[in-house]
């Protein structure tokens, strides 16, 4: 079955545009999770979701910082203002259930800002 | 919250070598301690994880210990092969991953 999709694969934007980043999970995974990776670095989360709910935002780094997952299926990750330092790759991952499950992970999305 | 560190950051062993990776976290009440394995521009892999119930848990060449009392955990890769060579993450539930360990098996 299909697993994890996110798009863009890349994404380059301006100093100050706005982007939007989407992940399509897998079908029936109630909860999804948004992760900033840094060249060289570990996954930092960014942003929980149970179905539409989301019940975590505390490392999202600012308040340029937007997700949403309005129908418990979709999501999206927004960057308003976009500035260098946000230039990662940012990934999401979905599991079956909520606490403590294994997480299945998109390939990510490159972020370059110029 | 939750602080994870994980050792070494660079590994080099020789093909058939064994390969160890520990990690240590500071939240006790953590009870879910998976490893992943990423390849250079590829997706994080769940390789296996460890429930704070059990001490131990294999699975083919790869094992993971959990000490509890004294917040560590350890990933050993027995045997190793060149496939094994990527980035290894260790974390303590589902939000908080180690900086991850660069192994090279040389062959």
Do not use: M
Not at chain 1, 3 to 9: A, D, E, K, M, T
Not at chain 1, 24 to 41: E, R, T
Not at chain 1, 42 to 60: I, V
Not at chain 1, 70 to 87: A, N
């Amino acid at each position: 079955g299909a697993g994890v999709s996110q798009s863009p694969r890349y994404k380059v934007a301006k100093r100050g545009q706005d982007v939007a980043l989407r992940c399509d999970p897998i079908s029936g995974h109630v909860s999804l999770f948004w992760y900033q990776q840094a060249l060289g670095q570990g996954p930092e989360f960014l942003t929980y979701f149970q179905n539409e709910a989301q019940l975590d935002k505390s490392g999202l780094p600012s308040d340029r910082f937007f997700a949403e997952r309005p129908e418990g299926s979709v999501s999206t990750l927004k960057i308003q203002r976009t500035q260098q330092e946000d230039s990662a790759v940012y990934l999401c991952a979905s599991s079956f259930q909520a606490d403590n499950q294994p997480q299945h992970f998109g390939d990510g999305t490159r972020l370059s800002i110029l | 919250g939750e602080n994870v560190e994980q050792h070494p950051s660079t590994l080099s062993v020789q093909e058939g070598d064994s390969a160890v990776i520990k990690c240590t976290y500071s939240d006790s009440a953590s009870n879910y301690f998976p490893w992943y394995k990423q390849e250079l521009g590829k997706r994080p892999q769940l390789i296996i994880d460890i429930r704070s119930n059990v001490g131990e848990k294999k699975d083919q060449r790869i094992a993971v210990t959990l000490n509890k009392t004294a917040k560590h955990f350890s990933l050993h890769i027995t045997e190793t092969q060149p496939e094994d060579s990527a980035v290894y993450f260790c974390a303590a539930s589902e939000f908080y991953f180690g900086s991850g360990t660069k192994l090279n098996v040389k062959p």
